[in-house]
């Protein structure tokens, strides 16, 4: 079997959470081109008006990248990179590496958890994870879609962009599109982590699949692909309201209702192709990661408790 053998004593929570906000960053290390593709795609559109944006800029995810490296740069590809890091450490070590602690909670310890169970805990994980790092998404998604503005860039560091925003927006600010955020990430968190998890016990109870590589890899594929389908239109909503200007849109609720009035409901699936690439990707990387520092951990305080 390739990678590390399940260990007999199950992960401690500590070791879920450091595990998976590991897990995220390394997996954002390697997509987040792709991420950044599909937050220009998401936005484009939104400012047509104007004098200096042109109208079809980015064509595709492989287009948006390829044009964003020719006229900006490959370093372009990563703008926004230390906030998401930032996010991930402590986004995904609350969403992922609290998951099954709180589905225990909610079965009262039963091994067998049923889909509400999954469900609830998903949705309780995902709005406690954004209580927590929203500051860093609003700042990584401006940080992506600055290129937008041709008069300069608004932020010149990740530090810089916290007390701008802050200065210039106030405090909440920062907190700018919470309600979307969460409703984006109370559902992808149920369809990601939900999904992850029944594909994963269906596989092992019909003896499909062992607990191992390919297991993880076609569960998080999975989960990749019914995320990015449920959570897209939210997230496009999220993307365009957090990087709008002061006062341009009233609410998330406007944000949405603006973008169906003037570009109809094919705007809601901006950027799919990216979205699916990046979070199929993402999930890849990520489950699979995060199921091996699991037991590499375990297997290392192990080792460490009984040496000999």
């Not at 169970?117 to 949705?123: I, V």
């Not at 990087?243 to 944000?255: E, F, I, K, L, W």
């Not at 520092?293 to 192990?302: F, G, T």
């Amino acid at each position: 079997m390739v990678g590390f053998k399940p260990t007999d004593v199950p992960p401690t929570a500590a070791v879920k959470f450091l595990g998976a906000g590991t897990a995220a960053c390394i997996a954002d290390l390697i997509t987040f081109p792709l991420d950044t593709a599909k937050v220009r795609l998401q936005i484009q559109g939104e400012a047509k008006s104007a004098a200096h944006t042109k109208a079809a800029q980015y064509k595709g995810v492989f287009g948006t990248i390829t044009t964003m490296v020719r006229t900006e740069g490959p370093k372009s590809l990563y703008n926004g990179l230390v906030a998401g890091l930032q996010r991930q450490m402590s986004f995904a070590s609350v969403r992922i590496g609290l998951y099954d602690s709180v589905k225990q909670f909610y079965t009262k310890g039963s091994e067998h958890a049923g889909i509400g169970s999954r469900l609830l805990a998903g949705c309780t994980t995902g709005a406690m994870a954004v209580a927590v790092a929203q500051p860093t998404d609003v700042v990584k998604v401006r940080f992506q879609a600055q290129a937008r503005q041709d008069g300069g860039r608004r932020y010149h560091g990740t530090i810089h962009a916290y007390k701008t925003i802050a200065k210039e927006e106030g405090l909440k600010g920062l907190w700018k599109g919470t309600s979307p955020n969460v409703a984006r990430n109370a559902i992808v968190n149920c369809t990601e982590l939900v999904t992850y998890d029944l594909i994963k016990d269906t596989l092992l109870k019909c003896s499909l699949m062992t607990d191992n590589l390919p297991c993880h890899f076609t569960s998080a594929f999975g989960a990749g692909f019914c995320t990015t389908v449920i959570a897209s239109p939210v997230d496009v909503v999220k993307t365009r309201y957090m990087n709008s200007a002061p006062g341009q849109y009233g609410s998330a609720v406007h944000c949405a209702f603006t973008m169906l009035r003037k570009e109809g409901p094919q705007a809601f699936y901006k950027g799919f192709m990216p979205s699916f690439l990046r979070l199929g990707s993402w999930n890849v990387v990520m489950f699979v990661t995060y199921e091996q520092l699991k037991r590499a951990m375990m297997a290392a305080y192990r080792s460490r408790e009984a040496p000999f």
